[in-house]
C-alpha cells in the first residue's frame, strides 16, 4: 500500500511538539515494517499536494485553513483516503461543535452554553442560570493553542475576567462548561481496532496545567470498557478513528467527557498505538 503521512506543525503542539512527532514517526515505522511503502510532509504543504499516487493518508493536520480550502477543492474520493477525515478533525477543532456532536449521540458530559460574541446561540438545559461557576470557559476558534484557550473560572468574578479576555483577544466563538468533581483521566484509542488506554492526568504530561485543578485522584472504580464503547461510538460519528480524551470519573462510577480529540500524542502508550493506528490505516 502506498501511504501519505501529513505531520503536525509545532504551533499546533503546545509543549507536546517532541511528542507529537514521535507518534507520528513511529507510526511511519510501522507502515514500513509491515512492507508499505511511506511519503511524508508537512501540513503546511498539504493544499497543493497531488494525493492521487496514494491509497490511504493519515494526518495530524490542524491548521483550520488549510483543511477547510483542502476539504473545499478535492472530491469525495480523495477525501475518504483521510484518516482521520477533514470534517472530523474540523469538528475535533472546535469546541461547541464538539460538545453539540456528543450530545446527539448521546455522550455523558458536562452541561455547557456556547455563542458566538455576546450572543447566547445554544444551552444544554432548559435553563440557562443552571449553568454557574465553577465552571471552563473556552475558545472555540480552534484548537488550543495557548493556556488562555481554555480558563477555569471559579466564581462569577473570574467569568467576567475570562470572558473579558475572550473579548479582548477577539474570539469569536466561545463555550462556558460546567466544572465537575472527580478523578480527571485521559484516554486514548483507535476504533475499529481492540486498542485502548487510559490513565490518570496527573501521571502524564500537562499542555498548559490545567489538570491540577481536579487536585490528587480518589481512584475511584470505572467500567474502562464503557468509556471505550462510548469513545468509539463519537470517534465512528465523526469519522476520526484515531482519537483520545478526557474524562471526569465521579463517586458512583460514572464517566462524563470533556475533551475529544484528533489524533494525541500517545505519549504514555506509544508503541501500542502506532502498531493498532498503523493496522487502521492498512485495513
Given at each position: 500500500?502506498?501511504?501519505?503521512?501529513?505531520?503536525?506543525?509545532?504551533?499546533?503542539?503546545?509543549?507536546?511538539?517532541?511528542?507529537?512527532?514521535?507518534?507520528?514517526n513511529?507510526?511511519?515505522?510501522?507502515?514500513?515494517?509491515?512492507?508499505?511503502?511511506?511519503?511524508?510532509?508537512?501540513e503546511d504543504?498539504?493544499?497543493q499536494?497531488?494525493?492521487?499516487?496514494?491509497?490511504?493518508?493519515f494526518?495530524?493536520?490542524?491548521?483550520?485553513?488549510?483543511?477547510?480550502?483542502?476539504?473545499?477543492?478535492?472530491?469525495?474520493?480523495?477525501?475518504?483516503?483521510?484518516?482521520?477525515?477533514?470534517?472530523?478533525?474540523?469538528?475535533?477543532?472546535?469546541?461547541?461543535?464538539?460538545?453539540?456532536?456528543?450530545?446527539?449521540?448521546?455522550?455523558?458530559?458536562?452541561?455547557?452554553?456556547?455563542?458566538?460574541?455576546?450572543?447566547?446561540?445554544?444551552?444544554?438545559?432548559e435553563?440557562?442560570?443552571?449553568?454557574?461557576?465553577?465552571?471552563?470557559?473556552?475558545?472555540?476558534?480552534?484548537?488550543a493553542?495557548?493556556?488562555?484557550?481554555?480558563?477555569?473560572?471559579?466564581?462569577?468574578?473570574?467569568?467576567?475576567?475570562?470572558?473579558?479576555?475572550?473579548?479582548?483577544?477577539?474570539?469569536?466563538?466561545?463555550?462556558?462548561?460546567?466544572?465537575?468533581?472527580?478523578?480527571l483521566?485521559?484516554?486514548?484509542?483507535?476504533?475499529?481496532?481492540?486498542?485502548?488506554?487510559?490513565?490518570?492526568?496527573?501521571?502524564?504530561?500537562?499542555?498548559?496545567?490545567?489538570?491540577?485543578v481536579?487536585?490528587?485522584?480518589?481512584?475511584?472504580?470505572?467500567?474502562?470498557?464503557?468509556?471505550?464503547?462510548?469513545?468509539?461510538?463519537?470517534?465512528?460519528?465523526?469519522?476520526?478513528?484515531?482519537?483520545?480524551?478526557?474524562?471526569?470519573?465521579?463517586?458512583?462510577?460514572?464517566?462524563?467527557?470533556?475533551?475529544?480529540?484528533?489524533?494525541?500524542?500517545?505519549?504514555?502508550?506509544?508503541?501500542?498505538?502506532?502498531?493498532?493506528?498503523?493496522?487502521?490505516?492498512?485495513?
Amino acid at each position: 500500500m502506498n501511504v501519505l503521512g501529513i505531520s503536525r506543525g509545532e504551533k499546533y503542539s503546545p509543549n507536546l511538539a517532541e511528542n507529537d512527532a514521535a507518534i507520528f514517526n513511529a507510526v511511519v515505522e510501522e507502515l514500513k515494517a509491515g512492507g508499505h511503502s511511506v511519503t511524508t510532509i508537512a501540513e503546511d504543504e498539504m493544499v497543493q499536494y497531488d494525493y492521487r499516487p496514494f491509497d490511504k493518508v493519515f494526518t495530524m493536520a490542524r491548521d483550520i485553513f488549510s483543511l477547510v480550502i483542502l476539504e473545499k477543492d478535492t472530491d469525495t474520493h480523495t477525501q475518504s483516503k483521510f484518516i482521520n477525515s477533514i470534517n472530523g478533525i474540523l469538528s475535533c477543532t472546535n469546541k461547541a461543535s464538539m460538545a453539540n456532536q456528543m450530545l446527539d449521540a448521546g455522550i455523558p458530559q458536562p452541561e455547557f452554553v456556547f455563542g458566538q460574541k455576546k450572543e447566547i446561540l445554544y444551552c444544554s438545559t432548559e435553563d440557562l442560570n443552571d449553568i454557574v461557576p465553577p465552571l471552563w470557559m473556552k475558545n472555540c476558534d480552534g484548537s488550543a493553542v495557548v493556556k488562555e484557550d481554555t480558563i477555569f473560572c471559579k466564581d462569577k468574578e473570574a467569568f467576567h475576567v475570562a470572558f473579558a479576555n475572550f473579548v479582548e483577544r477577539d474570539v469569536n466563538m466561545w463555550m462556558a462548561q460546567m466544572h465537575m468533581e472527580g478523578d480527571l483521566i485521559k484516554f486514548y484509542g483507535v476504533e475499529g481496532t481492540s486498542f485502548f488506554s487510559w490513565n490518570y492526568a496527573s501521571k502524564g504530561h500537562s499542555k498548559f496545567g490545567h489538570e491540577a485543578v481536579n487536585g490528587v485522584e480518589k481512584g475511584y472504580e470505572f467500567n474502562p470498557e464503557r468509556v471505550k464503547l462510548y469513545a468509539d461510538m463519537i470517534a465512528k460519528k465523526l469519522d476520526v478513528p484515531v482519537y483520545g480524551g478526557d474524562a471526569i470519573i465521579n463517586e458512583e462510577g460514572e464517566f462524563f467527557f470533556i475533551d475529544f480529540n484528533d489524533f494525541p500524542s500517545f505519549s504514555s502508550c506509544r508503541e501500542e498505538a502506532a502498531k493498532a493506528i498503523a493496522q487502521r490505516i492498512t485495513q
